[in-house]
């Protein structure tokens, strides 16, 4: 449980983190609520020479209405997203899966950034904002640039964040009132999803994204186009896996995955239709 | 200070708050690795990442290069620091084999975690970054992990030994020869059933920590260990090392769990030991809690035949049994014993003739070793006549309950000769049964399960039931040394009344968790009527506790617990004698009461224990011949074991699509006789079942096929939550033990024994209406999902 031997600054402000990952390169990462990087290394799995802390970034920690969608700061904490009254009002499912991160400790310290840039397909939020159709912002030595959920996704813990940006923000469309549903199955309740499934809908239009089901979060596309257009719900949840290409681990392998997956997605929809 | 005024207390049977809990929960307690030892060396233990391989080289420079490394150890090195071989205390045959086992290996290691080298350093930092640098060259050798595989010999571990089977041992009881055989031929129902018993990792909250200093007090070595045993160890360890055992002194500090995992000789004892005498300073090693999955020893390990022989009404005529028991890759303290704590126990709580044939095989494989584990062996055996017992119900088409009802052994027939000669004291497993039958409304449950289990339901309910009875305290000696065992069954307390009438209660069994000192303090209080704040309880280092045999087998308290009230006696014996000379008169007409004697018949010629104890420390008027102070110590060697039986009972729902399991309800009837506090007795009923659950639905240590540990961290070993696990209701019944004056029976493992065949009955009763006839532990989603494919695939649905 001790880590091989770091170097560690602390950043003040998202330009210093920037200016400092830039000068230390790939052997540096950015510590935030430090619940996945630090286990890592302290098994040693992760040995990064250099930690610049951002987690005292002040002007990173808001979650702001911002017309069609809400605002998150990067290092808004788990336990901030699962209790905000404006997330309750307009993206009720993206605090609701907050509220599923972990168990209560991790939810203090974790932060929706970390989450999200360290891109754990097994993680709750990633494919929770990928359902809800983010953008997520990042920012580099040359500005900031604006990536979809979509697009951001590109392999095992691999985003496209370059190694000298930092994710800052995260912008969630209103949901309008849209049902919902998140549907965790796990064996444990503060583990990772064996499978999850965060889903919304509307009149003929749904959104669905997979936890855990492939080397990323998968969006549902399938099921998707065919609620579009008018499938039934169980018809349409046969088609979870269309997008998936789940492992076998322990828990569960890739053909029980793929059952649990529609199993979930049919219940996720249906709680979202009520 | 004032000198404790003597009162009545009427303290047994309170729920008095575990005095143990507020230095515990402010974090106040000191456990090992708390201690502030000034200039110690840390030890790090560099470990095979292969289960079976000859090591070819081993290279330590590099990391002797590492600022802060004192010294690297080789088992070369080590060869002549050991006087002996680790100990095993329990070679249950005579020709049972046990390969030689050293704390490091030399040239061979046998599982992934076996010890490779020994690092000390001025800091945990260095003597972790020289584990990385040290560069061993090893030659790998195809692994065991199979047991079954392993009883084949096809690859033998220990080659000396020239076969894989550390032993056989037989239990034939049979009224005439032949007449097991007979029984099967003439039953009319027969069950035959396979179960496996997957191995567990006992994962005590606090992992293992170890301090040895020398000399700090005199004599040759300290050890501090977290440590269930201090007594045990403390022999064991001066024999290893050889050094004269009344120079050894070994301290328990708080020890947060141990479950049977801390009832064990440890290599890394022995090495702290070791290199603190060569280095003459203080070594300490705390362990991590990968290292505590692969190198503390892990429980169960059992592939279990039995098999049933009925006669037409279900009574059953004849009981034969299986064992293939996991050895692991060496013999640890108890490991060769553990299947035979439960050879007794496949008849379970029935009335069966003497038909009864087990036989038990264990051998080694390429994995960590096994030992004893909460329950040890009696869980297993629990879990085999159960599931037979519900297997014998299918078969017959009626109800199980109704088929235990028919077995049981009637309260009438106590004391009870067991078909093996044992003498089961006291039990009533009928009322245990129907109080958790009551309890869990079982009529309601069924009318519930008649309505909800109907076609294409997906959420199915089930009802699980089973009854137990454990053969606990481990002892009589005379019992385990027709075992083999190496040991006696024993316990040693001391009673002393200070001048002020203060209480010091000294035992020799060595608390964990089990809140002993308060328990113990309330014997004493009750016996000689001071407030139980005004006793005391050491109890955890061999410095002030000199005997005992600690603490494993729900022993403390049916063996250590009467030793103090015991001691008691003996003390209030003195004191009469002392109250008599004072009072003038007789003592034996003199009565104690409340702690005061009092002249029969003139109640105001009195004297409290109070002033007792005063005038025996001044011993200004004393009874000629009467020695001074007021103390006595006691050894018990109790006549039987300990028979604490019970039924628990579950009502579990099933998600049919998920293969989820839900317990909505858990029942617990546990009778452990006369209870010293039901706050505590609860506390441990709740511990048990949750491991017992957690056996059934979630703990499995999972090798893959070349021997490693695929969960070997808390996020893959699936240690169940309080979120996890239902709200339990506990019940008793109370049938006092015949043979303890306190009239009590442990309870310590009761509610594992209990729990893993009621959750998978109850799992089986919910899918029995899609053809649902076994299920393997741990029944996790995936495995009952399966479970129910194959079954439904079979057509029955």
């Given at each position: 449980m001790i880590p091989a031997a770091f170097d560690y600054k602390r950043a003040s402000s998202a330009a210093e983190a920037i200016s400092l990952i830039s000068q230390y390169g790939s052997d540096a990462k950015f510590l935030a609520g430090g619940h996945s990087l630090l286990p890592l290394m302290k098994l040693r799995l992760a040995q990064p020479a250099m930690l610049i802390d951002?987690?005292?970034?002040?002007?990173?920690s808001y979650i702001k209405d911002a017309g069609n969608h809400i605002a998150i700061g990067a290092l808004t904490r788990h336990m901030d997203v699962e209790t905000s009254k404006v997330l309750h009002e307009h993206a009720p499912l993206l605090s609701h899966a907050a509220g599923h991160v972990g168990d209560s400790q991790v939810r203090h310290r974790g932060t929706i950034g970390g989450s999200i840039a360290h891109a754990d397909p097994a993680s709750d939020l990633p494919a929770t904002t990928l359902a809800l159709g983010a953008t997520y912002v990042v920012q580099g030595p040359k500005g900031q640039r604006e990536i979809a959920a979509t697009k951001f996704y590109k392999g095992f813990l691999e985003s496209d964040l370059a190694a000298d940006e930092m994710l800052i923000e995260i912008r969630v469309p209103k949901m309008q009132g849209a049902g919902w549903s998140f549907q965790k199955f796990n064996r444990r309740a503060q583990d990772w999803a064996i499978v999850g499934v965060a889903a919304w809908r509307r009149k003929g239009e749904a959104g669905v994204a997979l936890v855990n089901m492939g080397s990323t979060p998968i969006l549902a596309t399938s099921v998707a186009s065919a609620i579009a257009k008018g499938a039934s719900i169980s018809d349409a949840a046969a088609l979870a896996s269309n997008e998936a290409d789940p492992q076998s681990d322990l828990n569960a392998s890739t053909d029980y995955r793929k059952h649990l997956a529609s199993v979930l997605v049919r219940r996720a929809l249906e709680a979202a239709s009520k | 200070m004032t000198i404790t005024e003597n009162k009545p207390t009427k303290i047994i049977g309170t729920r008095l708050l575990r005095r143990e809990d507020p230095p515990l929960l402010t974090g106040e307690a000191k456990f090992t690795n708390d201690l502030n030892i000034p200039g110690a060396l840390h030890l790090s233990v560099l470990r095979s990442p292969f289960a079976h391989a000859k090591i070819k080289s081993i290279d330590v420079s590099a990391a002797l290069k590492i600022i802060g490394v004192v010294a690297i150890y080789t088992g070369k090195d080590l060869q002549s620091a050991w006087a002996a071989p680790m100990p095993c205390a329990w070679p249950v045959t005579t020709d049972m084999k046990n390969p030689p086992h050293y704390p490091l290996a030399s040239d061979k290691v046998n599982y992934v975690g076996d010890g490779v080298a020994a690092i000390l350093a001025t800091n945990e930092t260095a003597s972790r970054d020289a584990l990385d640098a040290i560069d061993v060259e090893y030659e790998p050798l195809k692994a065991v992990v199979d047991l079954e595989d392993a009883l084949s010999d096809k690859n033998i571990i220990h080659k000396d030994l020239g076969t894989n089977k550390s032993y056989t041992w037989p239990l034939l009881v049979e009224e005439t020869p032949g007449c097991v055989e007979e029984a099967f031929k003439k039953a009319r129902y027969k069950v035959k059933e396979r179960y496996v018993q997957q191995r567990l990792i006992?994962?005590?909250?606090?992992?293992r920590a170890i301090a040895a200093v020398p000399q700090p007090f005199g004599g040759d070595i300290t050890l501090y260990s977290s440590t269930q045993i201090p007594h045990i160890l403390k022999v064991m360890s001066a024999l290893t090392l050889g050094i004269p055992e009344q120079q050894v002194r070994v301290v328990a500090p708080s020890v947060g769990g141990g479950f049977g995992s801390k009832l064990d000789v440890y290599a890394e004892e022995l090495l702290c030991m070791a290199l603190a005498r060569k280095h003459n300073t203080p070594v300490r090693w705390v362990e991590e809690r990968s290292e505590n999955s692969h190198a503390t020893i892990q429980g169960r390990g059992q592939i279990q035949h039995i098999e049933l022989a009925a006669d037409e009404k279900g009574k059953i005529t004849a009981v034969r049994v299986r064992i293939i028991g996991d050895m692991g890759a060496y013999l640890q303290l108890v490991t060769p014993g553990v299947p035979l704590l439960g050879a007794f126990l496949y008849a379970g709580v029935y009335d069966i003739p003497k038909a009864y044939d087990f036989s038990c095989t264990s051998v080694f494989t390429n994995l960590t070793p096994t030992d004893a584990y909460r329950g040890a062996g009696r869980p297993e055996a629990t879990y085999a006549i159960e599931m037979a017992i519900e297997a014998l119900a299918r078969e017959m088409k009626i109800d199980s309950f109704e088929l235990r009802k028919r077995n049981y052994i009637k309260k009438e027939q106590f004391p009870y000769t067991a078909f093996s000669g044992l003498t089961y004291d006291s039990g009533d497993h009928l009322l245990a049964a129907e109080k958790a039958v009551k309890m869990t409304d079982l009529a309601g449950v069924r009318a519930q399960q008649k309505k909800q289990n109907v076609p294409g339901a997906t959420k199915l309910l089930g009802v699980g039931m089973s009854s137990y009875f454990e053969m606990c305290g481990l002892a009589p000696s005379r019992v385990l040394a027709s075992l083999n065992y190496s040991a006696g069954g024993w316990e040693a307390a001391t009673v002393r009344v200070l001048p002020t009438n203060k209480v010091q209660v000294i035992t020799g069994t060595s608390p964990h968790g089990q809140g002993h000192e308060t328990s113990w303090a309330m014997i004493a209080s009750e016996k000689l009527g001071v407030a139980p704040e005004d006793v005391d309880v050491l109890h955890s280092d061999t410095a002030i506790s000199a005997l005992g045999l600690d603490t494993y087998g729900s022993r403390s308290l049916p063996v250590g617990g009467v030793a103090i009230a015991l001691a008691c006696d003996k003390v209030i014996e003195k004191a009469k004698l002392i109250a008599a000379h004072q009072l003038e008169c007789a003592a034996e007409d003199l009565q104690f009461a409340g702690g005061t004697f009092s002249v029969k018949g003139s109640p105001d010629r009195a004297l409290p224990l109070a002033a007792i104890a005063f005038g025996a420390f001044t011993a200004h008027n004393l009874p000629d011949g009467c020695e001074p102070n007021l103390e006595a110590q006691v050894s018990y060697d109790p006549p039987n074991f300990s028979w604490p039986f019970g039924t628990h009972m579950c009502v579990v729902e099933v998600d049919t699509e998920t293969g989820a399991v839900k317990i909505l309800k858990y029942i617990a009837v546990d009778d452990c006789g006369n209870q010293i506090n039901p706050l505590i007795v609860e506390g441990q009923v709740h511990g048990g079942v949750v491991q017992g659950i957690a056996q059934a639905l979630f703990e499995e240590a999972v090798y893959d096929s070349d021997g490693n540990l695929k969960t070997a961290t808390l996020m893959e070993y699936l240690v169940p939550a309080a979120s996890d696990l239902p709200s339990i209701t506990t019940g008793h019944t109370v049938t006092p033990s015949p043979t303890n004056q306190l009239g009590v029976k442990g309870i310590g493992e009761a509610g594992t024994i209990g729990a893993a065949p009621t959750v998978i009955t109850a799992i089986i009763d919910a899918l029995s209406s899609l053809g649902v006839t076994s299920m393997a532990m741990p029944a996790s989603p995936q495995t009952v999902w399966r479970t129910i494919q194959e079954a439904t695939r079979g057509g029955k649905k």
């Open positions: 951002i987690g005292r970034v002040k002007d990173l | 006992p994962m005590a909250m606090e992992p």
